[in-house]
């Protein structure tokens, strides 16, 4: 029992309790040395005694060259702390013109760890940021696109079906592992949604459009919503009206979406 005690003892010493942040710690120290990045934020988890896993968001300054941007994440990718985790998640963004010519924060996302989903040769990731340019150059109210290791998320201060339908194609290029797109416009208490899976379509969301036609000019939404992402398995439609709009209103988006066939959740807020 005494020989048992001391393995144990050991074993648990000898691991680090706090990988997670402490591999976080080391990971900020780095990201602060580096002249080409502009910002970062370093989250560690601390999962089992010895395990942990990290997300980190950087923003690289602005000015740099494609080839200076793909160097910059493949060495950023590459770096290793003395505290190692099973899952780092790295979301690299910079800022690049939308369709309009103005300025979008787009990202490219890296995950290393125990298993890298994509190649980090500099040769490879120029590739993908002139993609991820290419792309916010067809949205032109672009505002901000952020990447995960599922999904691709947009933000518009535009049309959000537009957007969607630039992420699908963006999505059909070299994004790693995508399952999930999301294009938002408008803000908390005014927002409009389009989600769907990656290779679903955008098209059977459009009858939303149709729906918000209904409503009067000076009626606008609290949140509107048409998604076919999972887990749903047809596409579903919501919509939130403010406070004190007119039931005859709320009759009228109901009609709408009956003559249309859409299966619509509407209400008036109270």
Known sequence: ???WLIVVAGLVTGC???????????????LATRDDVADYDVR???NLPGQ????????LRDGLTDDQIATAISEIARYRTDQ????????????TPNGSGAPARVSVFVRTGDEPVQDTDPAALRERVQLV?????????LIEM???????????SGDPYASADALVAYAQTRPPTVRRLSARSGHVGSLGVVSLDA???????????LILAALPPDVTPRRWRATSQEPVDAPQFELDLPAGTDPAVLAAVEQRAAALGVPLRAIIAR
């Open 44 to 46: 560690g988890y601390n």
């Open 146 to 156: 952020w990447a995960s290791a599922g999904d691709l998320d947009a933000r518009t």
């Open 84 to 95: 190692k985790v099973n899952h780092h998640s790295l979301s690299v963004f910079v800022t």
């Open 16 to 30: 680090t309790l706090n990988a997670g942040t402490e591999f976080a710690a080391e990971y900020e120290k780095y």
């Open 199 to 209: 290779d679903g379509s955008v098209q059977a969301l459009r009858p939303m459009r």
């Open 52 to 59: 942990g896993n990290a997300d980190t968001r950087v923003d």
């Open 133 to 141: 340019r290419a792309y916010a150059a067809t949205d032109p109210g």
């Open 1 to 3: 029992m005494l020989v």
